[in-house]
């Protein structure tokens, strides 16, 4: 057993962490707080998004479980459940966005390299959004239609990674067409031989071929597979406040998560896709094994080895 630093603990240092200070630092993120720090706010809510935590109550049960682990993760100890509710509520938001964007930064320069198509030299990037149902009852802030409420993350993903490299979080009103500028446009058609089909798309950009046209249309699924993976894999369909600050609070960080996962991904090669290192750091995160040891092991082969006494099935 390596009995050196949990896996939660060495994934958190991949964050960069003066960065980090000076986003609190621009929003006085840490005055007279006295007990939980917007630091250690992040760490707790990145364990709970990373082990898939339901609510205040269940971070609560888990972290005083932890024990001494806490401190060596960056936590001093476990808080009351009323701490964490009061950060997420009152601090500014703008402090995980800012943060998200220097990650964001990060990623995108690591993965500049990778090309997305040979006529293409620049970035491409793809815009979507997806809406996030809530109870109105609970979410009064966040109306959406007269028994319903909603917010809505507006992503624009470059799709090398993928990486969102702009996020918005508006309420469920906001429709997209509203944010739609008017540019010159025209039609172009293309026939795919594999469905023997004519596709039309529509186009502002007239120096490209209408294959890499047509390449780019289907690529805009990505931010689909993207508003699919955070759903799926992180905590942001239900949330540990009410008030749109929280909300925001705690979807910034599970951006800030996946944007992280993603550079962990390309700095040390690793094989798999962000969801299957996402489990294993999730079951693991408070193992003391070496980081990039558990994720780039093999998993086991089994082999059947040869029994003569099993009949075979359909010898009988």
Same mark, same amino acid.
């Given at each position: 057993?390596?009995?050196?630093?949990?896996?939660?603990?060495?994934?958190?240092?991949?964050?960069?962490?003066?960065?980090?200070?000076?986003?609190?630092?621009?929003?006085?993120?840490?005055?007279?707080?006295?007990?939980?720090?917007?630091?250690?706010?992040?760490?707790?809510?990145?364990?709970?998004?990373?082990?898939?935590?339901?609510?205040?109550?269940?971070?609560?049960?888990?972290?005083?479980?932890?024990?001494?682990?806490?401190?060596?993760?960056?936590?001093?100890?476990?808080?009351?459940?009323?701490?964490?509710?009061?950060?997420?509520?009152?601090?500014?938001? *703008?402090?995980?966005?800012?943060?998200?964007?220097?990650?964001?930064?990060?990623?995108?320069?690591?993965?500049?390299?990778?090309?997305?198509?040979?006529?293409?030299?620049?970035?491409?990037?793809?815009?979507?959004?997806?809406?996030?149902?809530?109870?109105?009852?609970?979410?009064?802030?966040?109306?959406?239609?007269? *028994?319903?409420?909603?917010?809505?993350?507006?992503?624009?993903?470059?799709?090398?990674?993928?990486?969102?490299?702009?996020?918005?979080?508006?309420?469920?009103?906001?429709?997209?067409?509203?944010?739609?500028?008017?540019?010159?446009?025209?039609?172009?058609?293309?026939?795919?031989?594999?469905?023997?089909?004519?596709?039309?798309?529509?186009?502002?950009?007239?120096?490209?071929?209408?294959?890499?046209?047509?390449?780019?249309?289907?690529?805009?699924?990505?931010?689909?597979?993207?508003?699919?993976?955070?759903?799926?894999?992180?905590?942001?369909?239900?949330?540990?406040?009410?008030?749109?600050?929280?909300?925001?609070?705690?979807?910034?960080?599970?951006?800030?998560?996946?944007?992280?996962?993603?550079?962990?991904?390309?700095?040390?090669?690793?094989?798999?896709?962000?969801?299957?290192?996402?489990?294993?750091?999730?079951?693991?995160?408070?193992?003391?094994?070496?980081?990039?040891?558990?994720?780039?092991?093999?998993?086991?082969?089994?082999?059947?080895?040869?029994?003569?006494?099993?009949?075979?099935?359909?010898?009988?």
């Amino acid at each position: 057993m390596n009995e050196g630093r949990t896996v939660f603990a060495q994934l958190m240092d991949w964050l960069p962490k003066y960065q980090f200070e000076k986003c609190v630092r621009r929003y006085n993120g840490n005055r007279r707080v006295r007990t939980l720090t917007c630091y250690e706010q992040f760490l707790v809510m990145v364990f709970a998004q990373l082990t898939y935590r339901e609510s205040l109550r269940d971070i609560d049960t888990c972290m005083r479980t932890l024990g001494h682990r806490l401190y060596h993760a960056g936590i001093r100890g476990p808080m009351a459940r009323s701490t964490l509710a009061d950060a997420n509520e009152k601090r500014p938001w *703008t402090i995980f966005a800012d943060f998200a964007q220097v990650l964001i930064r990060e990623a995108t320069d690591l993965y500049a390299g990778e090309s997305f198509a040979a006529e293409l030299k620049q970035a491409v990037y793809a815009l979507d959004s997806t809406t996030i149902d809530l109870c109105l009852s609970v979410f009064p802030c966040a109306r959406f239609r007269r *028994t319903k409420a909603a917010i809505k993350l507006h992503t624009l993903l470059d799709l090398r990674g993928p990486i969102p490299t702009f996020v918005y979080i508006s309420d469920g009103k906001l429709h997209d067409v509203n944010a739609w500028t008017k540019y010159p446009s025209n039609w172009v058609r293309f026939f795919d031989a594999e469905t023997d089909r004519f596709f039309v798309y529509l186009t502002n950009n007239f120096a490209l071929s209408v294959l890499t046209i047509a390449l780019l249309y289907k690529s805009r699924w990505q931010v689909e597979l993207f508003f699919k993976w955070i759903k799926q894999h992180l905590r942001i369909k239900s949330f540990f406040g009410t008030l749109a600050n929280a909300v925001k609070t705690q979807v910034w960080i599970a951006i800030c998560l996946y944007v992280l996962v993603a550079i962990l991904k390309k700095q040390l090669n690793l094989p798999g896709s962000l969801h299957k290192i996402l489990q294993i750091l999730s079951v693991n995160a408070f193992e003391k094994v070496a980081l990039q040891e558990l994720l780039t092991q093999t998993m086991p082969q089994f082999q059947d080895g040869d029994n003569h006494n099993q009949l075979m099935l359909f010898d009988l």
